[in-house]
């Protein structure tokens, strides 16, 4: 539960099963530092509804009819670029996880294991923390190492530690503020160590810290 006086995280839920949307309610009914202020059963309706409700977490479903949940998730990212996504899946497979992340999403829950780990989840989410099953994360971990092509590359000591800031969901003064650096500068580590790893967006550089046990 929240501190007494803390803001309540704005959740909206978007899963094509009324009795899954009623039972996470449920769920989360427990908790005095969340308010659900909207839902839809698919995603452009999803769309629609978002940005009049302004939530501060998304919990969305990845098998929805239609427009699925990781393309559903690449349109609000867009659309309401300040909304943290979560997944809730049925598939427990690093495949999904590593799709959701790359379409702009911060945590991924499998449905069996919603009652142990969603509170978790969006507290993690909505503190500006990446949320994955560990054992997910060390599965997409290991397909990765495999065949990893940045085995070689090697950066700074204060290019890893923009990179790490970037990929825990520290804005650029957040970053500039803990290093005692300008933003201008962070921008700059963030520009060399994106040259070097051959990446261009923020997805590809969270995958690349996850992938090392950089962040969890």
């Known amino acids: 539960m929240s501190e007494a006086g803390a803001p309540r995280v704005r959740l909206f839920l978007v899963d094509?099963?009324?009795?899954?949307?009623?039972?996470?309610?449920?769920?989360?009914?427990?908790?005095?530092?969340?308010?659900?202020?909207?839902?839809?059963?698919?995603?452009?309706?999803?769309?629609?509804?978002?940005?009049e409700a302004a939530p501060d977490v998304v919990l969305l479903d990845l098998s929805l009819p239609g427009m699925n949940g990781i393309e559903t998730?690449?349109?609000?990212?867009?659309?309401?670029?300040?909304?943290?996504?979560v997944a809730l899946s049925m598939h427990e497979d690093p495949e999904y996880v590593q799709?959701?992340?790359e379409a702009g999403g911060s945590g991924y829950?499998?449905?069996?294991?919603?009652e142990t780990q969603l509170v978790d989840a969006i507290l993690a989410v909505a503190r500006g923390e990446y949320y994955a099953p560990a054992r997910l994360l060390a599965e997409l971990a290991r397909e990765m190492a495999q065949a990893d092509?940045?085995?070689h590359v090697k950066l700074t000591g204060r290019e890893l530690e923009?990179?790490?800031?970037?990929?825990e969901g520290n804005?650029?003064?957040?970053?500039?503020?803990a290093l005692g650096i300008s933003e201008k500068t962070v921008a700059t580590y963030r520009e060399r160590a994106s040259e070097k790893l051959g990446v261009r967006s923020r997805a590809e550089l969270v995958r690349?810290?996850?992938?090392?046990?950089?962040?969890g």
Request: hydrophobic share 50%; glycine share 8%.
């Open 99 to 101: 799709g959701f992340l």
């Open 109 to 114: 829950v499998p449905k069996s294991s919603l």
């Open 16 to 51: 094509d099963h009324a009795i899954v949307r009623a039972g996470i309610k449920a769920l989360l009914a427990h908790h005095a530092g969340f308010e659900v202020v909207g839902e839809a059963d698919n995603g452009e309706e999803a769309l629609l509804r978002v940005r």
């Open 162 to 167: 923009v990179v790490t800031q970037i990929a």
């Open 149 to 151: 092509p940045f085995r």
């Open 73 to 85: 998730a690449r349109a609000m990212k867009r659309l309401q670029p300040s909304a943290r996504l």
């Open 171 to 177: 804005t650029y003064r957040e970053i500039a503020e």
């Open 208 to 215: 690349w810290a996850l992938e090392r046990g950089l962040v």
